[in-house]
């Protein structure tokens, strides 16, 4: 292509006077009073660049820090102090979770949190409050409200080693939708309180790490008329566990683990209901550099009963998370878990839960992030012999306006396809959107 001067002096006024400054001795250049070329505007980043802990190992969309949007929080000494407040509104349209009959009514949701945290560089103090209570317009005996109130302690006693402590108390309830309530055929919530204690610690010897923990907990069922005669039976529990890994490499190790529990009911003379738990597993913990991490673990659970006339429920213990990374936008997250649960019923026992779901977060802009869930729920109970299978889906936005403000939306779908006689399949479709402030 052909050289034209005059196309390089009209997109740049200065070109001949440097061409011809090319030309000339380096002290007469350094001798030249011409004016310097004006700077170039500077031109705003197409996009804000990740720091380090954005695209850290092991950080996910909805984990990933955003100094322009994160809560500031506030600084109180050596602690940090984060409140928040949700208020909701919201429209079920299976209340009772009734094939025929459905009734529907719209609601409202208030949710307060409040964290306290230390930020030492070494050991650990938290403490946390929330509560959320949702309003039915035209069913009121379906209010509920729950809350939890934690305290967490941890004590490094040396690198790789430390100490921790943790102390719970919570309110929660069983949805009359739940299939242990619903079977009852019961127009409310079943109310429980909680009360945990938890002492752990963790070593490391080497290529080799030990974990453990014991823990003690108690469970009330309140007998304020929202629970049918010999419904639900309190029950103290205590118990343990102990964690074996062996790391070859980073983030890739072997693994044991071996759980055990001990639960006494309290009361009514239910005490062939007193049972004893456990589950050992055996896995692997891989990170593929960083696009792939897995945990897996695969065994066998098993509860028995002191009664000898009482039949067990046991079966294939397995626990999967595997977390997919394609991209910093997107995060897929696969859990899968199945084991014996605790039943609410006085007369089962528990049961075999497999639980599996898959779940895509994606970040369209910075502040917007989407989210969509499916999830597969089947229990199997053996005292007496019941089945039921549940499919859920949830889908959802979230807005983040700024640092203190946030809106989301939700919606989320349960159909029971499967179950046994005397349990009713139905669908259910729930609505929420809420407003978030946060200090």
Known sequence: MRFRPEILAWRCPWAPTALLAGFLAAPALAQSDLPAPPPEPERPPISRPLDAAAAARGVTVLTRPRPLFDPPGLRLGAFRLDTSAELGLGFDDNLLGAQRNRRSSAFSEVGLRGVLSSQWSRHELRFEAGLTDRRFFSSRQLDWRDWLIDAYGRLDVAEGSSLDARVTRQRGNFAVQSLD???????????????RFRLGGRTRFNRVELDGFGQYRQVRFRADGTQAPDFATDYNAWGGGVGVAYRFSPGRA?????????????????????????????????????????????????????????????????DLRLTYAPSLLTT?????RRGVDDSVRALGPGFL????TVRVDREFRQNVIGSVELGYDLREYRNPSQRAADVLATVSMQWLLNRRASVSASYRHVTRLTSSPGLQEYAQNEFLIRLRLAN
């Open 181 to 195: 309530v619903a079977q009852f055929g019961l127009q409310r919530p079943v109310v429980f309180d909680e009360d």
């Open 332 to 336: 897929v997250n696969l859990r899968v």
């Open 254 to 318: 072997l693994r044991f683990d071996l759980t055990a529990e001990e639960t006494a009911t309290r009361g009514r003379g239910l005490t062939s209901l007193d049972a004893r738990t456990w589950e050992a597993l055996v896995g692997a913990v891989y990170d593929f550099d960083g696009v792939y991490q897995f945990a897996i673990g695969i065994g066998y659970a098993r509860r028995e009963f002191r009664e000898p006339g009482r039949r067990a429920i046991a079966g294939l213990g397995v």
């Open 353 to 356: 839960r497999s639980l599996a």
